[in-house]
């Protein structure tokens, strides 16, 4: 009987001299261990609604009625009636240049250095003779300098060579130009030519989309629906007060909605208030 309790008890102690113990660490032998699975705490992020129609980037909720075009741009007449393109030139080739030039740039900061460069070469060929370099130099304080002196010599290259010096009237040849787009196409006609074309830089799109004067998610969207709903004898005008309404008014932060002089027809839903006057502080005597 002695001997099977010493057996049995040596069996146990030989258990727990094999058993690896559960809360010792693991020892680094340099192989990959199984680590324990620690899961984190997560949080569930706000999300805005999809539909949400407040912000000064929201789009009205549908598009304007025809009268209401009209009193739109009506209002936007009467608010800007001496409109015209801020931007400083004496011809269409000078126009064409100052275009290309803003690009990305504001129309102040190409003022400033387009009466130099008018100065030293008022025409294509003289901005030919001129030439990349020279053109550099004139224009270093505006965005793209580089690739802005490239393309107006380019342009005016083409200018020479392709249409004896004069600026085309189609957008088309226009587009066939180094540094012309769209946009500068469709201001080029409109401007120097007075045809019924509708540039759309970002203030028109913003505003157009904000009032509801031609929605759309792309520029090109945006310039077909106000070149097909705008009335025919406004197209040409509409387009400097619609600019000078998105640069000055229906700002993209926070639309000075208060003082529009069209914000009865506008559907823009949160229009802003005025802001709050403070009240003079009383005079400590």
């Known amino acids: 009987m002695r001997i099977s309790m010493d057996a ?6 030989h258990c727990l001299m094999v058993k690896k113990p559960t809360t010792s ?4 032998s340099g192989k990959l261990t199984d680590k324990p699975h620690v899961q984190k705490r997560t949080t569930a992020k706000k999300q805005a609604p999809a539909n949400q129609s407040s912000g000064p980037a929201a789009i009205a909720p549908r598009d304007m009625t025809p009268q209401e075009i009209y009193s739109f741009l ?24 100052a275009v290309v030039l803003s690009a990305q ?11 130099a460069l ?9 901005m030919v003779e001129l030439g990349e370099e020279e053109v550099g130099k004139l224009i270093r304080t505006i965005g793209l300098w580089r690739n802005k002196a490239k393309n107006v010599v380019e342009l005016s290259r083409q200018l020479v ?25 469709n201001v080029v006609l409109n401007v120097a030519f007075h045809k019924p074309t509708v540039p759309v830089d970002t203030h028109v799109f913003r505003l157009a989309n904000r009032s509801g004067l031609g929605r759309g998610k792309t520029v090109e969207a945006v310039e077909k629906a106000l070149e097909t709903r705008i009335p025919l004898e406004m197209i040409q005008p509409s387009h ?8 000055y008014v229906c700002k993209a932060r ?24 403070k009240a003079p502080k009383p005079f400590a005597g």
């Open 240 to 247: 400097h007060w619609m600019i000078l309404q998105g640069r």
């Open 105 to 115: 740039a504001t129309d102040a900061s190409v003022n400033r250095v387009t009466p």
């Open 8 to 13: 049995r008890r040596a069996d146990a102690l």
């Open 161 to 185: 060579a392709d249409h004896q010096g004069e600026v085309p009237g189609t957008r088309d040849e226009l587009e066939k130009l180094a540094g012309v787009g769209r946009k500068t196409a």
């Open 118 to 126: 008018f100065k030293a070469a008022p025409t294509p060929a003289a």
């Open 74 to 97: 009506k209002d936007l007449s009467q608010a800007w009636p001496d409109a015209k393109t801020e931007l400083l030139y004496t011809t269409p080739f000078t126009l064409l240049v």
């Open 254 to 277: 926070k639309p000075e909605c208060w003082r529009c002089n069209a914000k009865t027809p506008c559907l823009f839903p949160d229009k802003t208030p005025a802001p709050r006057v």
């Open 25 to 28: 660490a693991p020892v680094n």
